[in-house]
């Protein structure tokens, strides 16, 4: 059990047959004593959800006290925290007393500066100065994400594509979003980990894949494209799909994720002489 400030008695007594009759029975219990439970419960962002980069949202948290009187003010804390955890935001306000039953809205905003994944935490009573009865419920979370980038992609194979041959099929990445997307690599930290925008090209003959290849592209600024180059050389004829896909791993956070894929039918000759074997 918890203890929450009171002093606990326990006291064991026997009662037999011959001890059964008529008369009183006195038991002193002392009850914890009565405290304050501070709670966040509840927590909106506005707008929701995936938040846009350098526009303002609006962070709100019901904070609701189902103690006794808080007898004082307490902080409550507001923090954004980047993937790995460290608050790259934080903000403190200061609420109270509540009484039983109390509730109270806190307001922050916060205007992100970096497309990613976050997460939002907002605490009450965050340095502990209120003794509460538990101290469980002082605090809620939420994951966001903030979106400014927006991939597409385009295929552009040659006009005719040769059994035996290297062909040349290009893969057009563009970025119709609003911020820039770039990679600084730190060989201290990531070692074989340099992230990049990848690019996939993929060729199937009916459901099954004959060919897969990956590109790569250090950055892409908003409005701007680049076109990734891949060789593919068929051993048969017949119809084929080439697919393209830009961060097929979801790596890059983005303001629509549906339109990362292209796909289009083709189908495979054979050269008709030497002339069409150099174009």
């Given amino acids: 059990a918890e203890d929450y400030g009171g002093v606990h008695n326990n006291t064991i007594i026997n009662i037999g047959d011959d001890t059964v009759g008529e008369g009183f029975l006195n038991l002193n219990v002392t009850l914890p004593l009565n405290l304050p439970d501070i709670a966040v419960t509840k927590l909106r962002v506005y707008p929701p959800p995936p938040l846009m980069l350098n526009t303002t949202c609006w962070v709100n948290a019901t904070i609701e006290n189902y103690g006794t009187s808080t007898n004082g003010s307490f902080n409550v804390s507001f923090k954004v925290k980047d993937e790995r955890g460290n608050a790259i935001e934080n903000e403190t306000k200061r609420i109270g007393p509540l009484n039983y039953t109390d509730k109270v809205r806190v307001n922050f905003t916060w205007t992100p500066s970096a497309p990613g994944r976050f997460t939002i935490v907002v605490s009450a009573d965050s ?3 209120i003794k509460e009865s538990t101290e469980r419920n002082n605090v809620q979370e939420e994951a966001v994400t903030v979106a400014a980038s927006d991939l597409t992609v385009d295929i552009e194979p040659p006009y005719d594509i040769f059994v ?4 040349k099929i290009n893969v057009t990445v563009r ?3 609003d911020a820039n997307i770039s990679f600084a690599w730190n060989r201290f ?7 990049s925008i990848n690019v996939e090209l993929l060729v199937l003959k009916g459901d099954i894949a004959v060919f897969r290849s990956y590109g790569h ?3 892409l600024n908003a409005s701007e494209s680049k076109t990734v180059a891949f060789n593919w050389k068929p051993d048969a004829t017949g119809n084929y799909t080439l697919r393209a896909i830009v961060d097929p791993y979801d790596d890059i956070v983005e303001e629509n994720e549906s339109n990362n894929e ?3 039918e083709r189908e495979v000759f054979v050269p008709m002489d030497v002339g069409m074997l150099l174009y």
């Avoid at 035996?164 to 062909?167: G, L, T």
């Avoid at 930290?189 to 992230?195: F, G, L, P």
């Fill in 127 to 129: 340095d502990g100065a």
């Fill in 164 to 167: 035996n041959v290297s062909n």
């Fill in 175 to 177: 970025n119709i979003g």
């Fill in 189 to 195: 930290e990531h070692e074989q980990e340099q992230k």
């Fill in 217 to 219: 592209l250090s950055e």
């Fill in 262 to 264: 292209a796909e289009m």
